[in-house]
């Protein structure tokens, strides 16, 4: 009777043990988290961290920065990004007080576009446990069905929509299949129409444009009232659009 034994495997060529990579992105996260709560601490203690919560800060500390003020709002607004849920209304309607409306939409849609992409690879560096650590879990139960499958009609429209969140948006989507390039596409250009409307409002409340400001203010509102009211019905439809493309 001959017995078949199995052939023994080389252990230099096992795949690496699960616990050994598991061990390698609690490390590389827990490292991140320590290089945040560095830049967070620096922010408190030199009083930085009021220039993202308050309009008046933020154009006084761009106003200080002199002939690299530009560079320091794209900054600024690429940061607020990342740092999520901080509000991106405040650098949006400084963009436009500050700099004015042509120049406004320019320097945040390169910010925001930095930030965005910045925000994405993070999210497919570090994986789900940063993800769920930055974004709140109701948000990311609500977008999770975007990660079945790249829909990317589908991030385009949400990126349009005024309300949604869409930095914790940028952090979601590393986690799925769009490519980077795909991403920073429809990030960008669905990012504008927001963009134009804070710049608008931040232009014509520095050169005292009273009655177009109403105008702007009450269409942003409209929108995004209207899309708070009817998020379960656009989420259920975006749900289901994604199952009928699955």
């Known amino acids: 009777m001959v017995i078949c034994e199995e052939p023994t495997q080389d252990p230099e060529k096992r795949d690496p043990s699960p616990q050994v990579s598991k061990s390698g992105a609690i490390l590389r996260f827990v490292l991140f988290l320590a290089a945040i709560a560095l830049v967070l601490l620096i922010l408190v203690q030199t009083g930085y961290i009021h220039v993202f919560f308050n309009k008046e800060e933020a154009r006084e500390f761009l106003q200080s920065l002199g002939p690299i003020k530009f560079l320091g709002f794209i900054v600024l607004q690429a940061a607020q990004v990342v740092l999520a849920p901080v509000p991106g209304e405040v650098t949006g309607i400084i963009g436009g007080y500050f ?23 993070l999210a497919r560096i570090f994986g789900r446990p940063l993800v769920e650590k930055v974004v709140d879990r109701k948000v990311l139960d609500r977008f999770n069905f975007l990660l079945d499958r790249k829909g990317a009609s589908l991030v385009f429209i949400l990126f349009l929509i005024p309300g949604v969140p869409k930095d914790y948006l940028c952090f979601i989507l590393g986690l799925g299949h769009l490519s980077s390039l795909e991403f920073l596409a429809l990030s960008s250009v669905g990012r504008v129409f927001g963009t134009i409307l804070l710049t608008l409002s931040g232009g014509y409340l520095r050169y005292q444009e009273y009655g177009k400001l109403a105008v702007v203010v009450g269409v942003a509102v409209a929108l995004s009232v209207t899309a708070f009211l ?3 019905k656009i989420d259920q439809f975006f749900k289901s659009f994604n199952l009928k493309k699955s």
Do not use: N, P, Q, V
């Open 99 to 121: 700099f004015g409306i042509f120049w406004g939409i320019i320097l945040s849609t390169l910010g925001l576009t930095i930030g965005s992409f910045a925000a994405f690879m």
């Open 230 to 232: 009817l998020r379960k």
